[in-house]
């Protein structure tokens, strides 16, 4: 997977869980986990590590597409 929307929408299907699912768990709505599954918005920071918990992934991996993904988007050089 080459970037954080791939990445969270596979592990969101492996776990089996929809988009409305995952945005209760995580504390969010639907439309802004949506947007977060999109790349249109980030993850707030309070919410990582249950995001991380809810789709069953190691929060480290997590952190690091959104530090690839973001980097690239402001054209850094990724990690």
Known sequence: ???IEDFLKFHRKKVGL???QVAKLVGVSRAFY???EGGRRRTPYEKI???AETLEV???TLL????FKWRNWKG????
């Open 34 to 36: 949506s947007n977060i």
């Open 49 to 51: 590590y249950q995001l």
């Open 18 to 20: 929809t988009q409305n």
């Open 64 to 67: 690091y597409f959104y530090a």
């Open 1 to 3: 997977m080459d970037n």
């Open 76 to 79: 850094e050089e990724a990690l």
């Open 58 to 60: 190691d929060v480290d």
